[in-house]
Nanobody, 126 residues
Framework: QVQPVESGGGLVQAGDSLRLSCTAS????????VGWFRQAPGKDREFVGA????????VYADSVKGRVTISKNNGKSTTFLQMTNLKPEDTAAYYC???????????????????WGQGTQVTVSS
């Protein structure tokens, strides 16, 4: 099975941009749909967005729509979460997860994903 790994988190200022990466060594990673979730201290895990195995379609949570873009580079077995105009409320640990199917109605349900990364921390200061 594919085991994704996140990277790219860090400390940024409000209004900055940041790109997170999710990758795996297995070539089959290119055939997985990928979802991004985040979890802030004391809060439940929240869906951010997802992308189909071929790089389309994409779905985004209303809370981040317009400020995030998810893309996929299958040649490098990498999925990117590009975030712009970051706000302090974006502070969270960000996780990527994979599943074989893409269903825009169910990508927000964490329980349907098969494998998860360990997370990368994003901290946005005001």
């Amino acid at each position: 099975q594919v085991q994704p790994v996140e990277s790219g988190g860090g400390l940024v200022q409000a209004g900055d941009s940041l790109r997170l990466s999710c990758t795996a060594s297995e070539h089959a990673f290119s055939k997985y749909a990928v979802g991004w979730f985040r979890q802030a201290p004391g809060k439940d895990r929240e869906f951010v967005g997802a992308i189909g195995w071929s790089g389309e379609p994409t779905v985004y949570a209303d809370s981040v729509k317009g400020r995030v873009t998810i893309s996929k580079n299958n040649g490098k077995s990498t999925t990117f979460l590009q975030m712009t105009n970051l706000k302090p409320e974006d502070t969270a640990a960000y996780y990527c997860a994979v599943r074989w199917d893409f269903n825009p109605e169910t990508m927000k349900h964490a329980e349907l994903y098969e494998s998860w990364g360990q997370g990368t921390q994003v901290t946005v200061s005001s």
